[in-house]
C-alpha cells in the first residue's frame, strides 16, 4: 500500500508553464516505477509519462514529447511532472501512479492519487 499525493495544478495561460509534484509515504518509494496520467470530463484516461525505479529510464507519449518531462527525487519521495508549453487541450485531471514493475507502465497500475486539476485558458 502507498498513498500518493499529487499538488502543483492551477490555472495558467496558454504557453506558460506548470510543475506538478507526486509525494509517497513511506520508505519505500525507491522501490515502484511512477507514471503520470490525465482525464479530461467526456475523454477517456490518458496515458503521459513513466520513469523507472532509479530515474535513469523514461518514455513519454507522443502527445506531449518534447513539452513535458518527467523526473524522481527518491530521498525526498517525489515524482515530478515539469510541462511546458500548455495549450488549452491540455486541461485535465493530472494522477500519478505507482508500479513495482517499470515493464508494465503504463498498462498496469496498482496505486493512484487523487488528482490535482490543470486548466489551460487560451
Known amino acids: 500500500q502507498v498513498e500518493l499525493v499529487e499538488s502543483g495544478g492551477g490555472l495558467v495561460q496558454a504557453g506558460d508553464s506548470l510543475r506538478l509534484s507526486c509525494a509517497a509515504s513511506?520508505?519505500?518509494?525507491?522501490?515502484?516505477?511512477m507514471g503520470w496520467f490525465r482525464r479530461a470530463p467526456g475523454k477517456e484516461h490518458e496515458f503521459l509519462a513513466a520513469?523507472?525505479?532509479?530515474?535513469?529510464?523514461?518514455y513519454y507519449a507522443d502527445s506531449v514529447k518534447g513539452r513535458f518531462a518527467i523526473s524522481r527525487d527518491n530521498a525526498k519521495n517525489t515524482v515530478y511532472l515539469q510541462m511546458n508549453g500548455l495549450k488549452p487541450e491540455d486541461t485535465a485531471v493530472y494522477y500519478c501512479?505507482?508500479?513495482?514493475?517499470?515493464?508494465?507502465?503504463?498498462?498496469?497500475?496498482?496505486?493512484w492519487g487523487q488528482g490535482t486539476q490543470v486548466t489551460v485558458s487560451s
Open positions: 520513469i523507472n525505479q532509479s530515474g535513469g529510464l523514461t
Open positions: 513511506g520508505r519505500t518509494f525507491s522501490a515502484y516505477a
Open positions: 501512479a505507482a508500479n513495482l514493475r517499470f515493464e508494465q507502465m503504463p498498462y498496469m497500475t496498482s496505486y
